[in-house]
């Protein structure tokens, strides 16, 4: 396949892993009357069975080894479980509970708290259209908060467990696939333990309720697991510029979801600060294709440079550039 193929595909396969991550509203409501506690551990259970069996198509199993040995991996694989746990959990309970919108707007703000806790984690420096994204940001939560009477925590606590996800996963520097095997790895002891006492209580819904709810609850594993299948095949094949503007899609079909769908209210206060919002992720998107234009500029003028120096050098020392030796073939 050439390049413009490759990056074709890769567009897809982006739009698949976003698109289905935007559409996943749509996928929990359908799973009542489980509670979201009872489906989060279904979906901490059945995901470890489908990445189990793509492992084994794949026959990627190294990296367990190599992770086992690491206590400071095994340390961030751990967290990364626990505060992705978090996020899923509250994300179900938020579109059960009729909260879509305001769970949008924990993926829309979630850049520009990946971009605070860089400053205050990491000591990372911020260009001034950066600082002007996370400054309009913090003033959009303000005037949300204003609006509802308090924090809007569901917003918040999605946005902070993703971007601390997203920080443990980079320090861990594993596949995807691998990571998310090992993190609910680690969460399918305390799922499985909570679905038998669930059990024994009677109040679990796995069972009691036909066959197609128990095929449902088992299918989480399958919604999990497959956007981001689609991601790991995409961020190989495009840009990490166009990734980023892809990543804009969730939060947006979701926000059109709880609006359209869902027909959540939309008082002036919350488009108020939606609007704030996505003044900042403009600011924020703006900045960053600048910056990949002055970066492939920079690297062309670098490469044509070095280019000019070995034609003027070569002429100068009577000593044509030459191509490395080839080795004869048997």
């Known amino acids: 396949m050439t390049s413009d193929g490759?990056?074709?595909?890769?567009?897809?396969?982006g739009i698949g892993a976003y698109g289905m991550w935007g559409l996943v509203p749509l996928f929990?409501?359908?799973?009542?009357?489980?509670g979201a506690a009872e489906i989060l551990a279904h979906r901490m259970v059945w995901s470890l069975a489908v990445v189990a069996v793509a492992l084994l198509v794949v026959r990627r199993w190294g990296w367990v080894r190599e992770l086992i040995?690491?206590?400071r991996k095994l340390g961030l694989i751990t967290a990364a479980?626990?505060?992705i746990t978090v996020n899923w959990g509250v994300y179900i309970w938020a579109v059960n509970s009729g909260h879509v919108v305001e769970a949008s707007l924990g993926y829309f703000i979630n850049p520009l708290v990946t971009i605070a806790m860089g400053v205050l984690l990491l000591k990372e420096r911020l260009r001034p259209a950066q600082w002007v994204a996370v400054g309009t940001g913090f003033a959009a939560v303000l005037v949300l908060a204003i609006g509802y009477g308090q924090p809007p925590w569901i917003s918040l606590t999605l946005a902070f467990s993703f971007a601390t996800y997203g920080l443990a996963k980079k320090k861990v520097n594993i596949g995807g696939l691998e990571s998310l095997a090992a993190e609910t790895a680690i969460q399918f002891l305390p799922a499985?333990?909570?679905l038998l006492w669930l059990g024994a209580d009677g109040a679990a819904t796995f069972g009691t309720h036909g066959v197609g709810h128990a095929a449902l609850l088992a299918a989480t594993g399958v919604v999990t697991a497959a956007p981001l299948v689609c991601f790991g095949a995409a961020a190989i094949r495009?840009?990490?510029s166009t990734l980023g503007l892809l990543q804009y899609l969730a939060p947006v079909f979701q926000f059109l979801l709880g609006i359209l769908y869902f027909h959540e209210a939309m008082p002036a206060e919350r488009w108020a600060g939606f609007g704030l919002v996505w003044l900042a992720l403009s600011c924020l998107?703006?900045?960053a294709l600048r910056t990949a234009r002055r970066t492939r500029a920079e690297a062309a003028r670098l490469s044509r440079e070095a280019a000019l120096r070995v034609a003027v050098v070569a002429p100068a020392t009577g000593v044509a550039p030459t191509a490395a030796p080839v080795k004869p073939t048997s």
């Open 28 to 34: 929990w409501p359908l799973l009542k009357p489980s």
């Open 6 to 13: 490759e990056q074709r595909a890769g567009l897809l396969y």
């Open 285 to 287: 998107t703006w900045d």
């Open 238 to 240: 495009v840009p990490l």
């Open 69 to 71: 040995r690491s206590p």
């Open 192 to 194: 499985l333990g909570f």
């Open 81 to 83: 479980a626990a505060v």
